[in-house]
């Protein structure tokens, strides 16, 4: 590419700031093998070769991991410990082993084919963040498949000054290694917000751009390129103009940076004294730490899909409760809320017998499949209740469409807490139980529910898809996917509504929570708490803090005056950019 011709191109922003430098290209030797048939003869040393390569590959993720340590890391060193896991992982191992035997075809050969079938069984699932669990799956069969080719990453600890590092992808054990060394920043071909890598780029706090799609085409190395991992845009070759523009920005998002971290220990309250509870999601324990730098009260929403995926063998009531029990004791004295298995049983093929569903997100999925499989969900609310006495836990139920599910859950739940007393095991007897709002149906029996329910947590991903009939990840209808449009607003404010005249608390858990566009509208909405990731947090503070609740119910009466999103997106953002310029000076350009 010509050296005088800048190229701008968008992508995802997953870790935000701003970074100007020169561009490395990480090359992977790339993992291509010849599929080849074995005799009978070789299918030993075949899965001979396939488990060397598996110790090797786990002796190398050991030696990242202790090096992270080391150098004063810890809290990221769980990354590496689900790939280990992952290639520990029964299914992967005996799967491919399987195929080796049975078909009589090389290791690699048989590793990518395994790798195929998950990667298939992931595709099916609608929830972006374990979707992107697929992509673990894959940097680990790269891993092992690199070693079986003799494949070589280049090594970062090469760079002799800063750079900025451009792959078409990097695995976790890559991210993490970034900042020891030389690295201010990454751009990728692919990649998701919900990644693993994204989760450690951000906490990081290296600027990053993911799913560029080609970025690795226009660069070739030592070129200076712009990363804005705020607005998802890198620049490849930039103007002498443009990088002036840039050096502003990134000047000015530095002070704001440092200026929102000021606002991480104070309450988030309006100034005539509304208290908005902030809380965080999260999937790791590891996590917590974060959650505690930001300043939250406690975890709005606690996945518990990991530890049932990758493995042959279903988490039993112990794994669980010492999983809730540590949660429980790092978070205290906040709350922890866990939400309960939502998974499909097409997830669990290798332990039921199920029917194939052409659509498993309107099928087995969640609070359904957990009826129908109670001793699956009995295990894990067995573990929540023993793990009840360590801390505050309270109990979330997702995709509950109706009350009939509400009370099926509400009896199973007393037949476990009896097992339990039986047992003369100690738990919290009156431990809350909450239901997620996600479905149309549960919005219109929300007044029936919450005469049930303990509290309620809005799930506003699937609310919105669901309600609108849209697939956000489908290209060509995605443009409907609108938080704003009335139905959403007034969708929220029903819920909001009868909640508290049941006198339960209601809060968003869903991507919206976490956008500092839509706070005031919270506000109006009078919601109790919000629910997003750590380091939203001191922004939406900032918004609260500079705020009243009366503004709050005032910019809400005109939001329901409106009859389209566009309407009422062009009003808020103008509204926000008038009330705090410094930070949402983007919205008006």
């Known amino acids: 590419m010509s050296t005088s011709e800048e190229k701008v191109l968008k992508g995802i922003g997953v870790s935000p700031g701003i970074i100007i430098g020169k561009a490395a290209p990480l090359e992977r030797q790339r993992t291509t093998f010849i599929p080849r048939r074995v005799t009978v003869d070789q299918v030993i040393s075949e899965v001979k070769r396939f488990e060397a390569a598996i110790e090797k ?47 009589l075809v090389n290791t690699e050969w048989a590793l990518k084919a395994t790798l195929d079938k998950i990667a298939e069984a992931f595709d099916a699932i609608e929830d972006e963040y374990l979707k992107e ?7 680990v069969v790269e891993r092992i498949l690199r070693n079986l080719i003799g494949g070589e990453l280049r090594a970062i600890e090469d760079l002799k000054e800063n750079m900025i590092v451009v792959a078409h992808d990097l695995s976790p054990a890559d991210t993490i290694q970034l900042n020891l060394q030389r690295v201010i920043g990454f751009v990728t071909d692919i990649g998701g917000k919900t990644s693993h890598t994204a989760i450690v ?8 751009v993911v799913g560029l799609e ?38 000015h998002y530095r002070y704001l940076e440092r200026e929102l971290l000021k606002y991480s220990p104070l309450k988030a309250e309006t100034q005539d004294g509304y208290h908005l509870t ?10 917590v730490p974060a959650v505690i730098q930001y300043g939250a009260e406690g975890i709005g929403l606690y996945r518990t899909e990991y530890l049932y995926l990758n493995r042959k063998t279903l988490p039993d009531e112990e794994e669980h409760f010492q999983v809730y029990r540590r949660l429980a004791e790092e978070i205290a004295p906040y709350p922890a809320t866990i939400r309960t298995l939502d998974l499909g049983g097409d997830k669990f093929a290798s332990h039921l017998e199920l029917a194939e569903e052409m659509n498993p997100a309107m099928g087995l999925r ?37 009350v009939e599910e509400l009370r099926e859950v509400k009896a199973i739940l007393e037949d476990v807490k009896d097992e339990l007393r039986t047992r003369g ?16 149906s549960a919005v219109i029996t929300a007044d029936i529910l919450a005469r049930e329910a303990d509290f309620f947590s809005i799930g506003t991903n699937d609310l919105i898809q ?28 029903r819920v909001v509504d009868v909640a508290h005249e049941e006198g339960i608390e209601v809060g968003i858990c869903g991507e919206m929570a976490a956008d500092p566009l839509y706070t005031l509208i919270f506000l109006g909405l009078e919601l109790d708490e919000l629910s997003m990731h750590p380091i939203a947090i001191p922004r939406v503070k900032k918004v609260l803090r500079q705020s009243t609740r009366t503004e709050g119910d005032g910019i809400l009466r005109k939001v329901l005056e409106f009859s389209t999103a566009r309407e009422t997106e062009q009003f808020i953002r103008e509204k926000m950019a008038e009330r705090f310029p410094e930070d949402f000076i983007q919205c008006t350009e």
């Not at 669990?133 to 940097?139: A, G, L, N, Q, V």
């Not at 902030?278 to 996590?287: K, S, V």
């Open 201 to 208: 780029s951000r906490s990081l706090e290296i600027p990053a």
């Open 278 to 287: 902030l809380q965080a999601n999260i999937e790791l324990i590891e996590e």
């Open 466 to 493: 669901y309600s609108l009939a849209i697939d956000r990840v489908n290209e060509h209808v995605s443009y409907l996917y609108e938080p704003l449009h009335p139905a959403i607003v007034r969708n929220i404010k």
């Open 366 to 402: 969640a609070i359904r499949f957990c009826l129908m499989e109670p001793d699956i969900f009995k295990a894990q609310l067995r573990g929540i209740l023993r793990a009840s006495i360590y801390g505050k836990v309270k109990i979330l139920l997702p995709m509950i469409s109706g």
């Open 133 to 139: 669990r697929k992509e673990d799956i894959k940097h």
């Open 57 to 103: 590959s786990k002796g190398e993720l050991e030696e990242v991991k202790q090096r992270i340590v080391e150098k004063g890391f810890r809290q990221h060193s769980y990354i590496l410990d689900v790939h280990l896991k992952l290639m520990e992982d029964r299914m992967l191992r005996d799967e491919t082993i399987k195929m080796i035997k049975e078909r």
């Open 214 to 251: 080609d970025i690795t085409t226009y660069v070739r190395g030592g070129e200076t390129i712009i990363v804005d991992g705020t607005e998802g845009v890198v620049i490849v070759d930039p103007s002498l103009a443009t990088i002036n523009s840039y050096h502003i920005k990134q000047q």
């Open 425 to 440: 095991i100690a738990f919290d007897p009156e431990i809350p139980l909450g239901v997620m709002i996600e479905i149309p």
